[in-house]
């Protein structure tokens, strides 16, 4: 069973060379980056790496797509590039598909920083997936590759294409949360901090639940 890692990059040369590289670590059979049209380094750093790179119309659905639709492995597995598995993680995935009836999963996090606030974040994110069968996208999403062509790949829309893919994934069948950890950087939380980034997310789950437009929610997320 091979598997593919897909890695949307977008403006993102500080991190792209350590991301390709733990990927393979991690024992990834197949590497692809997708770029979104980086105006920094991004691009020629990754063409000094061992990886298929591909360029791609903007927007991380549409990235993720196209690297999917251009992987050979069996399974892909979906990891934003401040997020790294340990070295043989995949061995996880190796493990778990062994049982036919199961599809796919996510990982358990674990962000880069002290703090009760992380801790619980953590706790949360398990929950999600054990409880209500939703993993996000920094969750190290992965899939069968022939059940995630059968769910028709990400919606493209501009926001909240994982939560959109997962409930279609668990109409069918129950997710599988594996113990990893994926690590993930806390870039956003520490940026944001961590009730306002919270806070935030569940304002864009709320307003998408009401049938609040996906171009009003990215809006909203990315004001600028």
Request: one cysteine or more.
């Amino acid at each position: 069973m091979n598997i593919s890692v897909i890695i949307p990059v977008l403006n993102e040369a500080p991190l792209v060379t350590d991301a390709i590289r733990r990927a393979w670590d991690a024992g990834a059979n197949e590497v692809i980056v997708c770029d979104g049209g980086s105006v920094d380094d991004t691009v020629a750093l990754a063409r000094k790496q061992q990886c298929l790179l591909l360029k791609s119309l903007p927007g991380r659905a549409i990235q993720q797509n196209l690297g999917a639709a251009a992987s050979r492995g069996d399974v892909v597995l979906f990891l934003h590039v401040d997020t790294w598995l340990l070295p043989r993680a995949v061995d996880q995935i190796h493990l778990a598909l062994r049982y036919r009836h199961i599809q796919g999963g996510a990982f358990r996090q674990r962000i880069e920083a002290a703090g009760t606030g992380y801790r619980l974040l953590e706790w949360g994110d398990r929950a999600r997936v054990q409880l209500f069968g939703l993993a996000y996208g920094d969750q190290g999403i992965f899939l069968r590759r022939k059940f995630f062509e059968h769910l028709g790949g990400f919606p493209e829309v501009p926001i909240m294409e994982d939560v959109r893919l997962m409930r279609k994934f668990r109409k069918e069948v129950r997710p599988i949360l594996l113990p990893g950890p994926l690590f993930v950087s806390p870039r956003r939380w520490q940026k944001h901090g961590i009730l306002h980034q919270t806070l935030r997310n569940w304002s864009l789950l709320a307003a998408e639940k009401m049938g609040v437009s996906p171009r009003r929610l990215a809006r909203f997320y990315h004001p600028r």
